[in-house]
């Protein structure tokens, strides 16, 4: 007997939020720990974070998110960059990438470091390639079903995508935010001394 598999719940509110306010807590407090001079960046750490800034540029040419006209497989493709920008970053310095969701900051018994502001910001964008999957899947369905339809009612992938995880296009905005614009991570090297 075969069974289908259970849907792809890539999109839970609750994990959304946590990995946002994992990123949102993560980075700020390297931040802090850089001001206030409890994290001194070394040149290697300097010269990888630049890499980083320039190899996730978002090339959103001005614009402020959220980028609604703009094809998902664009806005994705931004999110999920970070994603394999910050392992490459992490393997490049010697830094292990670790779980923040659920974890406080305050709870490092040692110097807040690069490796903590990099697996800050990989806590959201790792849920960047996690939605690519959702899409890929929400298109692969939507294929399949056009099969029986008439041509031209394909549905739209934005209306796919909703319809699957009803609050995708909320944080996909809040992810933007969180990546571009003023006073985001798009401006990150200017927060570094």
């Known amino acids: ?33 850089q001001q206030e ?7 290697t750490e300097r010269q990888i ?16 998110p959220p980028y609604d006209d703009e094809s998902p497989y664009v806005r994705l493709g931004r ?14 310095g010697g830094w292990e990438l670790r779980p923040v969701v659920d974890r406080e900051p305050s709870s ?16 959201l964008a790792e849920q960047g390639e996690r939605w690519q999957q959702l899409m890929l899947e929400t298109i692969a369905d939507r294929n399949a079903a056009s099969r029986d339809q008439p041509s031209g009612q394909r ?7 909703a319809e699957r995880e009803p609050r995708f296009a909320n944080n996909l905005a809040a992810a933007e ?3 571009t614009g003023p006073g985001s ?5 200017l927060f570094f001394y």
């Open 1 to 33: 007997m075969t069974t289908e598999p259970a849907p792809l719940l890539v999109d839970d509110p609750a994990d959304f939020a946590s990995r946002l306010a994992a990123a949102e807590d993560w980075t700020s407090a390297a931040l802090e720990a």
């Open 37 to 43: 001079g409890s994290w001194v960046l070394t040149a």
């Open 49 to 64: 974070l630049a890499d980083v800034m320039t190899a996730t540029n978002p090339l959103h040419g001005g614009h402020l």
């Open 79 to 92: 999110i999920a960059n970070w994603a394999g920008v910050l392992r490459l970053a992490a393997r490049a």
């Open 108 to 123: 490092l018994t040692r110097p807040m470091g690069m490796a903590d502001l990099l697996s800050g910001i990989y806590a």
């Open 155 to 161: 549905q739209d992938l934005n209306q796919a995508l």
């Open 177 to 179: 935010c969180f990546f």
């Open 185 to 189: 991570l798009e401006d990150l090297s």
